[in-house]
């Protein structure tokens, strides 16, 4: 999930994600504190928190004007596959 959202969305941003999925704090660098509670998370929670955060994120950039609306229901497909 994070590489594909790595990819789309550059890894620093998905890292943060990650990060607030998990409730650490989120600086965009996974390190032993992201890692540990990557770990200790639950994966489906963790994997959902981390999804809305994605799907936030394309409903702000075609709200702002900066991506069609036309391509969301792909991007909700993509994103809600990992789960």
Known sequence: ???DAG???GPPRASRWL??????T???IVGPATLR???AADPRQLGV????????RHGERVQA?????KFIGGWI???TSHL
């Open 65 to 69: 004007g900066k991506s069609s609306h």
């Open 37 to 39: 509670a990557v770990n």
């Open 7 to 9: 990819v789309l969305f």
């Open 26 to 28: 989120a600086d965009g």
């Open 19 to 24: 990060q607030e999925a998990a409730g650490v």
């Open 1 to 3: 999930i994070v590489f």
């Open 49 to 56: 928190k981390f999804i809305t955060s994605w799907l936030r």
């Open 77 to 79: 497909n993509r994103a």
